[in-house]
């Protein structure tokens, strides 16, 4: 079994950006309505939000935040490195590098639609 998940956005590019250049995942796939990016076993599908059905559940309403209810956990081997990389490129922090009571070290970060993303170690 497998878990691939699939984010929708208004903008693919400055989405697809974010994942390559922030989250450091490949561009595979491309078109004008979808996007598909790898890591190993990670795969993040973006597909332009336009383009479901006005009657599709994942489709957000006017003012409506999308992500909501669901925070994407990735694992790194090294998260001192990764968090200094992120830093280092400007992107914005929503919560800095820190050890958590369960005993992880994370940083969060939203990406350029909201949704919430959690940096961990492996």
């Not at 250049?21 to 336009?50: H, K, P």
């Not at 800095?96 to 992880?104: I, P, R």
């Amino acid at each position: 079994m497998r878990l691939r998940m699939e984010l929708f956005t208004s903008d693919i590019e400055k989405t697809v950006q974010f994942y390559k250049d922030i989250i450091g995942l490949t561009l595979v796939r491309t078109s004008q309505t979808y996007a598909e990016l790898v890591y190993e076993t990670v795969e993040i599908g973006i597909g332009l939000l336009e383009a479901l059905p006005d009657r599709h559940p994942l489709k957000a309403q006017k003012g409506e935040r999308l992500g909501l209810g669901v925070e994407i956990v990735i694992e790194v081997p090294d998260i001192e490195k990764k968090y200094k990389e992120v830093v280092e490129s400007g992107y914005p922090i929503d919560e800095v590098l820190s050890q958590q009571e369960w005993g992880s070290t994370d940083f969060r970060l939203l990406d350029p639609n909201g949704y919430y993303i959690r940096i961990t170690e492996a």
